[in-house]
């Protein structure tokens, strides 16, 4: 049987990823391939389904079958702003649970007849808030879209997101200005976006950063409010709130 890596794609003398993603044998095509950059940058350590009592022709055929549902699953979830607007946590977590899916899908389809699923099954939680704009970048940002930085702000409130747009050659690249839980002067978000290169889109008018930029302060406030509302304590059973 053919060594196969984390896709399910046969080993070749110049090397593949796996067979797990923490400790990769690189190669300059799996370097450059953006489902495996995007599940190392997010934190998502992966690996190859355990063997268990399959043949070692029935495990050859879960890895080939799984890799490439894998791949397609991963791909549509990394193009959904409900993944780009969480945490880099909340996405490693989403990550390990649309593969144990395809794992799910790829042995259902071996073993039992069953056809893969067109499209990679959600597991958002319930009532979560969704991050929706009608102006979209005319190319993506490469920082997700959830809180990252909370800033405690002298009048007591909670700062979580500050951005600001510059014009580039490419169009108006919004970046942030609080960074690493500070918020900073306009002069240093824009030498540390020259330095990372992070961003949260570029849009083709600085209206149009703008207008994503207060859509994206508003989810925020949301995510504030669900934060908020889970961590307050329970009344106790047979307790009234006073009018």
């Given at each position: 049987m053919p060594k196969r890596d984390i896709?399910?794609?046969?080993?070749?003398?110049e090397g593949g990823i796996g067979p797990d993603i923490v400790s990769p044998i690189w190669t300059s095509t799996a370097k450059n391939d953006p489902i495996t950059r995007e599940v190392l940058r997010a934190g998502g350590a992966i690996s190859v389904p355990q063997?268990?009592?399959l043949t070692p022709q029935?495990?050859?055929?879960?890895l080939e079958t799984r890799g490439p549902i894998a791949r397609r699953w991963l791909g549509e979830l990394f193009g959904t702003p409900e993944y780009?607007?969480?945490s880099a946590d909340?996405?490693?977590?989403?990550?390990?649970k649309t593969m144990a899916k395809a794992?799910?899908?790829a042995k259902a389809n071996i073993f039992g007849g069953e056809p893969v699923p067109d499209s990679r099954p959600e597991s958002y939680k319930k009532g979560e808030p969704r991050f929706s704009s009608k102006v979209q970048p005319i190319i993506k940002g490469n920082l997700p879209l959830g809180i990252r930085d909370r800033v405690q702000n002298l009048d007591g409130s909670l700062s979580t997101v500050r951005t600001m747009s510059i014009g580039t050659d490419d169009g108006e690249v919004l970046i942030p200005t609080v960074i690493g839980g500070r918020v900073v002067s306009d002069a240093e978000a824009i030498r540390h976006y020259e330095r990372t290169g992070e961003n949260f889109g570029t849009f083709a008018t600085p209206a149009d950063a703008t207008a994503y930029a207060e859509t994206l302060h508003?989810?925020?406030e949301r995510l504030l409010d669900r934060s908020e509302a889970q961590s307050a304590p329970a009344i106790p059973s047979g307790w009234?709130?006073?009018e």
């Open positions: 896709w399910g794609r046969p080993i070749t003398g063997k268990g009592d029935q495990y050859d055929k879960l780009r607007a969480m909340d996405q490693a977590e989403e990550i390990r794992t799910k899908a508003r989810y925020h009234e709130l006073a």
